[in-house]
């Protein structure tokens, strides 16, 4: 069975600091990849996915993910957080294969101090 | 125009208790989905449904049971509410294993 594990598990930056939030996935198959945002006390929104081609993808509110395949990797990158950007963040992966779960890492929190 | 709902927003319930919690999605789609998510954040899926099809049942108490009269709903019924099942639970659906749309949640507390 696939896992997806994420390197953090609270981020704390000041704004305008740069962010990168680490995520890895141990499946042998080809997959679709996401990144989700929850803000406090909202559901989860989707900010960026990849499905094939560039491996970088460029999401909503200035964040970026790139894919590496030998890595089994989907980074998340922002170049300078700010305060609204506090919430969870979970990676998630989609195996292509019929049948497999849809599965989330365990998110990672980022607080960002004004 | 809400994408997907779910009702009710709060369900405060004693234990022993049966209840049910509603999900409806407007958007066509062919899945739909169950989620719990503890107090550490962490989002555990229960059941997808696809075509009126049960495709996953990731090892959930039989308490629990998922029941989707048509494709845009997917209903959870909880029997003899515990404890440890308070949550939030997540509804959602997508076309296929594309991008998930959530529901709001449904915060459960079981005193």
């Known amino acids: 069975a696939q896992s997806v594990s994420q390197h953090n598990h609270h981020v704390i930056l000041s704004e305008a600091a740069s962010l990168e939030l680490g995520c890895n996935y141990s499946?042998?198959?080809?997959?679709?990849l996401f990144w989700y945002v929850q803000y406090p006390g909202q559901h989860l929104q989707l900010l960026l996915k990849?499905?094939?081609?560039?491996?970088l993808v460029k999401g909503i509110k200035g964040f970026e993910a790139e894919f590496i395949k030998s890595k089994f990797s989907f980074n998340l990158r922002k170049p300078s957080v700010q305060w609204s950007d506090t919430a969870e963040y979970f990676c998630a992966v989609s195996p292509r294969d019929y049948g497999q779960n849809f599965v989330f890492g365990p998110g990672t929190r980022l607080s960002v101090l004004p | 125009d809400t994408a997907v709902s779910q009702t009710p927003k709060y369900l405060v319930t004693q234990m022993g208790n049966d209840k049910s919690i509603k999900c409806e999605q407007n958007l066509g789609h062919d899945t739909m989905y169950w989620y719990k998510q503890d107090s550490k954040k962490f989002l555990k899926i229960m059941f997808s449904y696809n075509n009126k099809e049960l495709i996953i049942n990731e090892t959930v108490p039989n308490r629990f049971s998922p029941k989707s009269p048509d494709k845009a709903h997917l209903n959870l019924h909880i029997n003899s509410l515990e404890l440890g099942d308070s949550a939030v639970y997540f509804c959602?659906?997508?076309?296929?294993?594309?991008?998930?749309?959530f529901g709001p949640g449904t915060r459960l507390t079981v005193l």
């Open positions: 990849y499905f094939s081609g560039d491996p």
């Open positions: 499946y042998g198959g080809t997959v679709n």
């Open positions: 959602a659906s997508s076309i296929g294993y594309g991008e998930q749309f």
